[in-house]
């Protein structure tokens, strides 16, 4: 939707608010992003069983990477990738996340 990457969003999010970026902040677009993807893939947009029919292979590049329904664990729901961090003393704001792990 918005086609912004992650470290975007969050700088864009701390210029405007003047606030520390969030870590749900990148899953709450990617959120948006798959929303509006299935209603452009959906035959129907005004039809529920049309919008998770359109959901079950739909593949989005969202802000927390690319985002492949029909490889998950169970029909219509999507994994994600799972990180390892810490938040240490920070330079800008008081902590900042620091990447630590995302082989």
Do not use: H
């Amino acid at each position: 939707m918005t086609g912004l990457t992650s470290e975007a969003l969050a700088e864009g999010y701390e210029e405007e608010t003047g606030r520390q970026w969030t870590v749900i902040l990148g899953s709450t677009v990617a959120l948006l992003d798959v929303g509006i993807a299935a209603l452009q893939a959906s035959a129907d947009p005004k039809d529920k069983a049309a919008v998770a029919e359109a959901v079950k292979t739909l593949s989005v590049e969202t802000p927390v990477g690319q985002v492949e329904f029909g490889k998950g664990p169970v029909e219509n729901v999507v994994t994600g990738p799972f990180i390892g961090g810490q938040w240490v003393e920070g330079d800008d704001f008081r902590f900042e996340f620091v990447l630590c792990e995302n082989s």
